[in-house]
């Protein structure tokens, strides 16, 4: 997630997480992530929104409405 800190992030990631968002790409960040990294929704680069109970719980509650999950 370090790569999507406002502060820190690299421009060319900035402007396609940007585009992303402005696609309408949900960016959803582990809520426990951002808890352990000390860092705010505020903090992130632009589009972020909170996945409250969790990525892995987001992860299978999407799998659940159909979405895939390709591991790279």
Do not use: I, W
Not at 4 to 33: I, M, W, Y
Not at 39 to 63: C, H, N, Y
């Amino acid at each position: 997630m370090k790569a999507f800190h406002r502060a820190q992030a690299n421009p060319d990631v900035g402007k396609r997480v940007g585009d992303f968002s402005r696609e309408g790409v949900e960016l959803a960040a582990c809520a426990n992530t951002t808890k352990a990294q000390n860092v705010t929704l505020a903090g992130l680069l632009p589009g972020f929104v909170s996945a409250e109970k969790g990525g892995v719980v987001r992860l299978a509650e999407l799998q659940s409405q159909g979405y895939l999950y390709l591991r790279p």
